[in-house]
């Protein structure tokens, strides 16, 4: 086996910002998934000034990435011109594009790995598991100025993990069924060996250590192995929060990253203590719980023995947060937080209603569709 080593932190300015958003290819005939990435991406006429546009790990998906930003304004610019110009192309294509963690109706063995060595070493090894990970996620980069703040930060973020699930939470239809779920996407991340919480690790040089253990027991071959809900990424310098779905519009992408920002800030701002050992028993079963319930998931404190409810705990998060997102010019983008913690309403819901609304799910993926775009709220 073939590793890949870790290399250094690489620096980056506090709190700088990075959004990768995965997004579904679909056939404007039916709406189920289609065959389209390589296609789409080689006939792309775009210069990358707004990020990038590639492929994923089958060929019914691609992941939009933007330019590291120093700002959440920049993060909403970059995603916007992305959007604008997938809506270009994709038409020419007669493709739809959608957000949403999971797709509603796609049957996962009809899906098609796309061509690279990764892809196919991910398939080889993994096998049909690959398939089944076309899911879509949001990844929200967030930067630091240390590797050992880095591995802090890896570590506080973690405890926040549900209020992120809940937040992006748009997948709750999967092989043609309701799930129960607000969040199903995260069940297929949780087959993969190296998926969960990151260890209790203290330090850079700590982490440093645990990696060349899983290389040297030959289980990881490198960073991208690690499925951690939030990791360190060393060549960019940022701490990655991995466990969003990805939401049905861009608007609420940027929230996330706004999200993101202002509660790194704080939390390196107050340093609150993070008991990570007794963290660790609870983290599985909270993070089930926000992915099944949602918002209205009841969440285990392992310090003060009791369960509190998620609405509350975000709530009360969202007004911790709010003088370092007035700091980082971004607290316009958390309103569309606040109000659906407030209203008990996100995508998922959205989702069930259309539903509801339609009798079938592939009308469900047509407006899904149409919202991504901007066509409809």
């Not at 792309?44 to 990435?65: A, N, P, V």
């Not at 071959?221 to 990424?233: A, E, F």
Request: proline letters at 5%; a negative charge; aromatic letters at 8%.
């Amino acid at each position: 086996m073939t590793t890949k080593a870790l290399g250094d932190f690489k620096d980056s300015a506090a709190f700088s910002l990075g959004v990768e958003l995965e997004l579904q290819l679909v056939s404007k005939r039916d709406f189920d998934l289609t065959r389209g990435a390589t296609d789409l991406l080689g006939s792309l006429d775009y210069d990358e000034r707004f990020g990038e546009i590639k492929l994923e790990i089958t060929e019914s998906m691609i992941e939009i990435s933007t330019q590291p930003q120093s700002t959440v304004d920049g993060i909403a610019a970059d995603l916007g011109g992305l959007r604008d110009t997938l809506r270009q192309h994709c038409e020419r294509n007669n493709i739809g594009v959608c957000g949403g963690g999971t797709h509603p109706f796609h049957h996962w063995p009809e899906r098609r790995i796309c061509p690279g060595d990764r892809f196919n070493d991910i398939y080889q090894r993994y096998g049909y598991l690959a398939k089944q990970f076309t899911v879509f996620g949001q990844h929200i980069h967030v930067g630091c100025t240390s590797a050992d703040e880095a591995i802090w930060l890896t570590q506080a973020l973690g405890v926040h993990v549900p209020a992120f699930i809940a937040l992006s939470a748009s997948s709750p239809f999967v092989d043609g069924v309701d799930s129960f779920y607000q969040s199903a996407r995260l069940n297929a991340v949780s087959a993969f060996p190296l998926s969960g919480q990151c260890p209790p690790l203290g330090s850079w040089q700590e982490f440093t250590e645990h990696f060349a253990f899983l290389q040297a027991c030959g289980i990881a071959q490198g960073i991208k192995d690690l499925y951690w809900d939030v990791r360190p990424k060393p060549e960019f310098g940022t701490v990655e929060i991995r466990v969003c779905d990805t939401p049905l519009t861009i608007e609420q992408a940027t929230s996330l990253a706004a999200l993101a920002q202002s509660l790194a800030r704080w939390l390196l701002r107050t340093r609150p203590p993070l008991h990570t050992a007794k963290q660790a028993h609870v983290a599985r079963y909270n993070k089930f719980q926000a992915c099944r319930y949602g918002l209205e998931a009841m969440i285990s404190d392992p310090v003060n023995l009791c369960q509190t409810p998620l609405k509350q705990t975000l709530a009360d998060l969202l007004e911790a947060v709010s003088e370092d997102a007035r700091e980082l010019d971004c607290a316009h983008w958390l309103s569309p937080l606040k109000q659906a913690v407030a209203e008990n309403t996100g995508d998922a819901a959205w989702l069930r209603a259309r539903e509801k609304q339609h009798g079938n799910l592939n009308d469900v993926v047509r407006e899904a569709s149409e919202r991504l775009m901007g066509k409809n709220n």
